[in-house]
T-cell receptor, first 114, second 109 residues
Framework: DGGITQSPKYLFRKEGQNVTLSCEQN?????MYWYRQDPGQGLRLIYY???????QKGDIAEGYSVSREKKESFPLTVTSAQKNPTAFYLC?????????????FGPGTRLTVL | GQNIDQPTEMTATEGAIVQINCTYQ??????LFWYQQHAGEAPTFLSY??LDGLEEKGRFSSFLSRSKGYSYLLLKELQMKDSASYLC??????????WGAGTKLIIKP
């Protein structure tokens, strides 16, 4: 079955530690995205990638980093510089770049920083 | 600034009809999406409107008026499984998605 996987579902980390969230897709999509979702707010774009070895900052990139070494993988690192990292993180992909393309979402990772 | 407004929460009865509204003020417009998101799960695509009018897809319909900056999602014959959040998102002039905060729909028997 084609789709997007994120792991783990739940993640706990101590304050000051970096943590990497996994996102893998086997849909052969060019574009991939990372969003953050907080209660009562819309999805906020952290980073996106339109093609391998290229990525762009979204609206709230500070304190995060990404890589796109393979088409199917787009891991997100939450660094200790992120002031309030506890949130629900969603990875998405679309066949091509451009917001008018339907995005397919992974199941999400809920990160809690203690 | 760019802004999308949706009601925070709505309640409806099983078997009834509900309309969820979305108004937007964005820099340009290149389409509007509706997604459904069950609690703790991934959003899933419902509809995409780029031209004015009503598009029907089974029990769900979506309407767009570009001149009014307005869309609604109409859900008919409500089922308990329709209890979820409904997210409105607009594609702006830079082809970026701007997301609303979502409307939590509660279905009562």
């Amino acid at each position: 079955d084609g789709g997007i996987t994120q792991s783990p579902k739940y993640l706990f980390r101590k304050e000051g530690q970096n943590v990497t969230l996994s996102c893998e897709q086997n849909l052969n999509h060019d574009a991939m995205y990372w969003y953050r979702q907080d209660p009562g707010q819309g999805l906020r774009l952290i980073y996106y990638s339109q093609i391998v070895n290229d990525f762009q900052k979204g609206d709230i990139a500070e304190g995060y980093s990404v890589s796109r070494e393979k088409k199917e993988s787009f891991p997100l690192t939450v660094t200790s510089a992120q002031k309030n990292p506890t949130a629900f993180y969603l990875c998405a992909s679309s066949p091509l770049a451009g917001g008018y393309n339907e995005q397919f979402f992974g199941p999400g990772t809920r990160l809690t920083v203690l | 600034g760019q802004n999308i407004d949706q009601p925070t929460e709505m309640t409806a009865t099983e078997g009834a009809i509900v309309q969820i509204n979305c108004t937007y003020q964005t820099s340009g417009f290149n389409g509007l999406f509706w997604y459904q998101q069950h609690a703790g799960e991934a959003p899933t695509f419902l509809s995409y409107n780029v031209l004015d009018g009503l598009e029907e897809k089974g029990r769900f319909s979506s309407f767009l008026s570009r001149s009014k900056g307005y869309s609604y999602l109409l859900l008919k014959e409500l089922q308990m499984k329709d209890s979820a959040s409904y997210l409105c998102a607009v594609v702006d002039s830079n082809y970026q998605l701007i997301w609303g905060a979502g409307t939590k729909l509660i279905i009562k028997p």
